[in-house]
């Protein structure tokens, strides 16, 4: 569970740091954020391949919701933090949008996600369930966020909302999707881990006797 976190908070702080311009080198941020999306995918290529000459490879499922999980988590990070930053709900008149970058960095994703792809399609009954209980939770997590966001829409004091043009709400909304999808894989990937500790504890058990 550990490294889910690690990925988890370090894609998640790259984006807002790449957001609040953080960016040494003098290319876009979304150039910036998919590189390192693209060298992780192809560091963890090489590690499953390692791991498949032991047989502990993760499943092709698992695969898709630990890069499903990094990018979302990059574009939400960035996303976020360009949406908090005052000027943003007026960026037609202003520019620098950050719309460029996050669909850089969904190239990138879509790349990364070519790959890591085995090609296999195949579900066993662990891998429906896990699907199943991870969807749950985001579902949950999606009605949770709209219902709050409505709320604020609804009942917050006027000048608390003044930002809220048009443009910000539909951004805001697409925002809290994309955090609900981060929600459902990181549910996923922690059932999976769930399950491997599971495993391991009975292989002890059975040692042991």
Not at 43 to 65: C, M, N
Not at 184 to 189: D, F, G, I, T
Request: aromatic letters at 12%; proline letters at 3%; hydrophobic letters at 55%.
């Amino acid at each position: 569970m550990t490294k889910v976190l690690l990925v988890l908070f370090g894609f998640l702080g790259l984006g807002a740091a790449l957001a609040a311009g953080w960016n040494p080198l003098p290319v876009r941020d979304g150039l910036v954020g998919g590189a390192l999306l693209l060298a992780t995918a192809a560091w963890a290529r090489w590690h499953w391949q390692q791991r498949a000459a032991l047989g502990h490879d993760p499943s092709a499922t698992e695969r898709r919701a630990w890069l499903y999980m990094a990018g979302t988590a990059l574009i939400c990070g960035f996303v976020a933090v360009v949406l908090m930053t005052p000027g943003s709900e007026v960026h037609r008149a202003t520019g620098g949008t950050g719309g460029y970058d996050s669909w850089i960095m969904f190239a990138c994703g879509a790349l990364a996600w070519w790959l890591v792809h085995d090609g296999s399609t195949t579900q066993d009954e662990r891998d429906r369930a896990i699907d199943a209980f991870a969807n749950r939770v985001g579902y949950t997590t999606l009605i949770a966020l709209l219902l709050v966001f409505l709320l604020a829409l609804g009942f917050a004091p006027k000048p608390a909302m003044a930002r809220f043009t048009h443009w910000l709400i539909a951004n805001t909304l697409l925002n809290l999707i994309m955090f609900s999808c981060l929600a459902q894989y990181v549910a996923q990937l922690a059932a999976y881990w769930r399950d491997a500790r599971d495993l391991g504890r009975q292989a002890d058990q059975r040692a042991a006797v």
